[in-house]
Structures are given as structure tokens and as C-alpha cells.
């Protein structure tokens, strides 16, 4: 189940794309999702994440592009290092 795929397209959630806000549930660890406080919509997705991942629907590699996708955009929103210059 391509999660990303399917998420594309469709509307903004608070200013970001759908796939975008999924993502942060794909990425966090099972005990973690088990245990997710906050806004209503965020505790029933984490908990339906958390069931799909055990049942296998949500298979591991998604969650490691999840994971490599999200590293890639921190990369790239990083400011650029430049080193102090010596006087």
C-alpha cells in the first residue's frame, strides 16, 4: 500500500500536503503510536497506523522510505554551514 501514492493528490491539512502530515505517524515507532496524545483525528490515525503496521498492511520498507524521505527534506531545509574565517 503505497501511502504517498495515494495521498498526493489530495488537499492541504493545516497548511501541508496530507502525505506530509501521515508521514510523522509513519515514521514514530509502534510504542509510540500506541501511546500518541493530542487532537482526536491524531490519536485514531496513530492507532489505525499502529494496527495496519502489526497486520502488515503498512510493510516496513514503506515505513524506512518514510523515515529516509523525512531525513532527505530535514536535510535539504538545512541552513548552509559556513565555517567562521580566521582573522
Request: proline residues 5%.
Amino acid at each position: 500500500m503505497d501511502l504517498q501514492k495515494i495521498t498526493k493528490e489530495l488537499k492541504p491539512v493545516k497548511g501541508q500536503r496530507l502525505s506530509a502530515w501521515l508521514m510523522r505517524f509513519l515514521v514514530a515507532h509502534p510504542d509510540q503510536l500506541d501511546q500518541w496524545a493530542g487532537k482526536f483525528t491524531e490519536v485514531v490515525t496513530a492507532k489505525a497506523i499502529a494496527i495496519y503496521r502489526r497486520r502488515g498492511v503498512i510493510e516496513e520498507h514503506e515505513v524506512n522510505q518514510a523515515r529516509f524521505s523525512s531525513l532527505v527534506n530535514a536535510c535539504y531545509r538545512a541552513p548552509v554551514f559556513k565555517p567562521e574565517e580566521k582573522k
